[in-house]
Every structure is written in C-alpha cells, then in structure tokens.
C-alpha cells in the first residue's frame, strides 16, 4: 500500500504540469533585438546579435588560445607566446625582445632572426602565429 501511495504522490504532480504548460509564456525578446537563430526559428529567443550597442572587440590572447586561433606575432605578450608549440617561456620573453628591439615582425618566418630558434622549432610554431596587417 505504502508502495502505490508513493507512486501516485510522484506522478500526480507530473500529470498537473503538463496542463499548466499552456499558462507559460518564454520571455518576450527585448525591444531593438535581432534574435540569433539557425534554421528553424526557436519557441523563444536566445540572444540578440551584437549590435551598436555592444561593440565588438578583438579577441584577447588568452581567447585565441582557447579557441586554437593564431596569435598575432607582434602583438602577443609572452605569456600567451609561451603556450604556442616549440616555444618556451624563454624563447617567447626573447621574441618579445626582439619585438621592443628591432620592430615588427613582416612575416612569420622573421621568427628566425631569435636567437634559438631554427628550421624545427618555426615549422611547429607555423600554425599558431599569424602576423597581422599594421
């Protein structure tokens, strides 16, 4: 007996909220709000775009790690530099260095003129920097 009380008492609330689903409205999109949607258009809406009044940044190294996007060679501090493969902590302080001393890299291949980097360390740092334009 306990046992089909028990039940009930669980399910009795399952079957009242079906009914009350109705009652539910999702939350009305703010005013001046392009939603973001893809393909079929949601039952409510999950953001709105960016727009004027959230002006866009660029992305932050530590963003562009996460999201396994290039750093750019010139910009980078040596802290996110130090995360690429084949360089160290060392050889990104000694990147940036160079950077302050002898100005900006053209291209990634610059890369060399570092003390301690050759042919093998460049070919594994390639696909993690970038140089952007000024």
């Known amino acids: 007996m306990a046992h089909r009380l ?5 399910l009795v609330p399952l079957l009242l909220a079906a009914p009350s689903r ?9 005013a001046g709000c392009a ?5 079929e258009p949601p039952r409510h809406w999950l953001a709105c775009l960016p727009g ?7 992305l ?11 750093l750019d060679l010139n910009t980078a501090r040596p802290e996110a530099l130090a ?6 902590r060392r050889l990104a302080v000694a990147v940036a260095a160079d950077r302050t001393a002898r100005g900006r890299f ?29």
């Not at 028990?6 to 669980?10: C, D, I, K, P």
């Not at 932050?60 to 290039?70: F, I, K, V």
């Not at 995360?83 to 160290?88: E, N, R, T």
């Open 6 to 10: 028990a039940l009930v008492v669980a």
């Open 22 to 30: 109705g009652w539910l409205r999702p939350a009305p999109r703010p």
């Open 35 to 39: 939603a973001v949607t893809r393909g």
């Open 52 to 58: 004027p009044a959230w002006p866009s940044r660029p």
């Open 60 to 70: 932050a190294d530590e963003e562009r790690l996460l999201l396994g996007l290039p």
């Open 83 to 88: 995360f690429v493969p084949g360089l160290s």
């Open 106 to 134: 053209e291209s990634v291949d610059d890369l060399r003129r570092v003390g301690g980097i050759g042919e093998r360390r460049l070919a594994q740092a390639r696909g993690a920097l970038e140089v952007a334009p000024p």
